[in-house]
């Protein structure tokens, strides 16, 4: 990747979170008027209209997590750590992932968790490591076939707690493996690709991993699959005041289902899984 200029990094840290804020507003403005267009009765007595207007949620849902993405490209050059409150991370992980067992079932995909400890109290940002994991999570989901399985374990050892979200897909070349933090897109995994956004996903993931102190590696057997390991420091903060409410990028909307909606079929945004 080529280093970034002066410009470049104007752009990212201001520009560009403004025209996200902007297209964000836009887009909850589509998404109300094609709720008043099909409301919710409408959709449930008239399966045309569901399923049309399932196509229409989806893609709003995608676009939504495209300018999240957009609005967070600024955090790839920026430094420093994040703010931490201590918190049980083995139950965050475990509730993060029964929310998104049900749509991974849509995809004929099994979502697995298992712990190493019932509970283990830990500092990490919340709403970063959320997003880190449901990008992992998307990134999983996206490459791992029907039939397949997404496996997320959290490890606490003695000096750091280690996030793992494996999948049984196509898995990586070597070659590729070697930028897979430096890629914008990658297209190759499967065959045919399926939709991708900008493509920073997973170097947003690793500077949320940097900005924990941790940091983020993968591993892949092409056949196989491959295996995100995000490590995190096992300390808790000292700073016992109230951490500042951080901007909703996902608007209001679902996180969980905006992060995964360009891995879902279309029926995962029929009414009936909407409810």
Do not use: W
């Not at 490209?73 to 509730?95: K, M, P, T, Y």
């Amino acid at each position: 990747m080529m280093p970034l200029d002066e410009k470049d990094l104007q752009l990212l840290a201001e520009v560009l979170p403004n025209v996200s804020a902007q297209l964000r507003s836009s887009m909850a403005n589509v998404f109300a008027a094609a709720n008043r267009l099909a409301p919710a009765e409408a959709r449930e007595a008239d399966s045309v209209l569901d399923k049309n207007a399932a196509i229409l949620t989806m893609s709003c849902h995608q676009m939504l997590r495209l300018v999240g993405n957009l609005s967070a490209a600024s955090e790839l050059v920026q430094g420093g750590r994040f703010r931490l409150c201590n918190d049980d991370i083995v139950g965050f992980c475990h509730a993060l992932c029964e929310r998104a067992e049900p749509l991974f079932a849509l995809r004929g995909v099994a979502l697995r968790f298992s712990a190493s400890h019932e509970s283990h109290v830990i500092a990490f940002n919340a709403p970063m490591l959320e997003r880190a994991l449901l990008n992992l999570l998307s990134n999983a989901l996206k490459f791992t076939p029907e039939g397949g399985t997404v496996s997320v374990r959290v490890k606490c050892g003695e000096r750091h707690v280690q996030l793992t979200v494996a999948d049984t897909g196509r898995g990586i070349e070597p070659e590729r493996l070697a930028h897979i933090f430096e890629r914008y897109l990658d297209t190759d995994r499967l065959d045919p690709a399926p939709p991708h956004g900008l493509g920073v996903g997973l170097s947003l993931c690793r500077r949320i991993a940097q900005g924990h102190g941790g940091m983020l590696v993968a591993e892949s057997a092409v056949g196989k699959g491959t295996t995100f390991t995000l490590s995190l420091p096992n300390a808790r903060s000292t700073d016992l005041s109230l951490s500042d409410r951080r901007f909703d990028y996902a608007g209001g909307f679902d996180h969980v289902l905006m992060e995964l909606s360009d891995a879902l079929p279309s029926r995962a945004f029929l009414q009936k899984y909407l409810d």
